[in-house]
């Protein structure tokens, strides 16, 4: 069995999408899933599994035919989100804050092209870097000022994103490290 992070986006969010964390848990075991953990409402779930084919969409469809709503979902093994987290290029820098930092989690690698576009934007003082399946967000005025937005990241670079600020991102490593 692997250890995965399943992160939904857009869930419990201003009254919208409601899905409680013991509901969604019971929806996991249903799947067949073992050692499931849920870290806040906002739809963070570590659990164990065999590899399936396809495991994020069969979620989405098995949480569509419970709670009547879709949500995208971003699967990452154990390893992707050591990965993520350790490479964080702004903690190399001085004077960022902590609490200024995010992630967003990419679903799959953007195209060169899509890459290459998005390198024109700039939002100064909000800045970001992106490596393989994750855009590192500095936000130095806070995220709920910046443009660099998931469905900023998403219209440009045409694939499925979710953000986590650093405590959580760091949370959700804890997490899997408790796992075998």
């Given amino acids: 069995m692997a250890t995965y992070l399943s992160i939904l986006r857009g869930i419990n969010v201003s ?14 075991e249903s799947i067949g899933f073992k050692n499931i953990t ?28 419970e709670f009547g709503f879709e949500v995208p979902i971003i699967i990452l093994k154990k390893e992707e989100i050591q990965s993520i987290v350790e490479s964080n290029p702004f903690l190399k820098e001085k004077n960022i804050e902590l609490d200024k930092l995010h992630i967003t989690f990419l679903a ?23 490596k393989n399946k994750a855009v590192y967000l500095h936000c130095p005025k806070g995220y709920g000022n910046t443009k660099l937005n998931n469905t900023f990241f998403e219209n440009k670079l045409k694939v499925t994103a979710t953000t986590r600020n650093w405590k959580t991102s760091n949370e959700l490593l804890k997490i899997l490290n408790s796992y075998k």
């Fill in 38 to 65: 849920t870290y806040i409402q906002s739809g963070n779930v570590v659990f164990e599994s065999k590899p399936l084919k396809k495991m994020d969409e069969y979620i989405k469809h098995k949480i569509a035919d």
């Fill in 15 to 28: 009254g919208q999408k409601i899905i409680k964390m013991d509901a969604l848990k019971a929806l996991y």
């Fill in 108 to 130: 799959e690698m953007p195209t060169k092209e899509n890459l290459s576009k998005i390198a024109e934007y700039n939002y100064t003082p909000d800045v970001f870097i992106i």
